[in-house]
């Protein structure tokens, strides 16, 4: 079955400490592979995506995630976390099936202490 | 350029009573589809469209009825509502990028409250 887990339901940090939100997928075909942010009330901006080539990328706001066929995995990382940072991050993985579904994980909430 | 734009923004429905949540988007996408969002359940697909004239189910359809006349316009209607449809609703638009990926730009969401 096609699923996202995104392990960490709720993820504290100090502000300019770095981060990590994991993400594993389970999915037959080619994965393409997006993190989402969502600030409270508002809707879902695109982070960052993952298609093909270099599996380390790079995405707005200083993250960047990096793929792991081997570990079906798509950690997504900030070396240093600003307090605007605090928001619900949620994984997502999608195929070349060419209809704009997308499987979403569960969301990780991030809360980022002064 | 407005991107993607849902409408209302808050609603409250009594059981039983129908709504039709607007969703249109200026971007000449191909590609629309429905999300609700509940705690702990991250988003899940209702249904989606790849092109004027052809929807199909996604995850949880069942209580959504959709229609696609136009490539702009996708409404999500709720015939008789219950309120285990008490969500957040977002509306997404997408492109196919060269390599087949879809890349969705999301709505602001419109909050159901079904009492």
């Known amino acids: 079955a096609q699923s996202v887990t995104q392990p960490d339901i709720h993820i504290t940090v100090s502000e300019g400490a770095s981060l990590e939100l994991r993400c594993n997928y389970s999915y037959g075909a080619t994965p393409y592979l997006f993190w989402y942010v969502q600030s409270p009330g508002q809707g879902l901006q695109l982070l960052l995506k993952?298609?093909?080539?270099?599996?380390l990328v790079q995405g707005i706001k200083g993250f960047e995630a990096e793929f792991k066929r081997s570990q079906s995995s798509f950690n997504l990382r900030k070396p240093s976390v600003h307090w605007s940072d605090a928001a619900e991050y949620f994984c997502?993985?999608?195929?070349?099936?060419?209809?704009?579904?997308?499987?979403f994980g569960q969301g990780t909430t991030l809360q980022v202490k002064p | 350029n407005a991107g993607v734009t849902q409408t209302p923004k808050f609603q409250v429905l009594k059981t039983g009573q129908s709504m039709t949540l607007q969703c249109a988007q200026d971007m000449n996408h191909e590609y629309m589809s429905w999300y609700r969002q509940d705690p702990g359940m991250g988003l899940r697909l209702i249904h989606y469209s790849v092109g004027a004239g052809i929807t199909d189910q996604g995850e949880v359809p069942n209580g959504y009825n959709v229609s696609r006349s136009t490539t702009e316009d996708f409404p999500l209607r709720l015939l008789s509502a219950a309120p285990s449809q008490t969500s957040v609703y977002f509306c997404?638009?997408?492109?196919?990028?060269?390599?087949?990926?879809?890349?969705?730009?999301f709505g602001a969401g419109s909050r159901l409250t079904v009492l």
């Open positions: 997404a638009s997408s492109y196919s990028t060269d390599s087949g990926a879809n890349v969705l730009t």
């Open positions: 997502a993985v999608g195929g070349s099936s060419n209809t704009g579904k997308l499987i």
């Open positions: 993952y298609f093909s080539g270099d599996t």
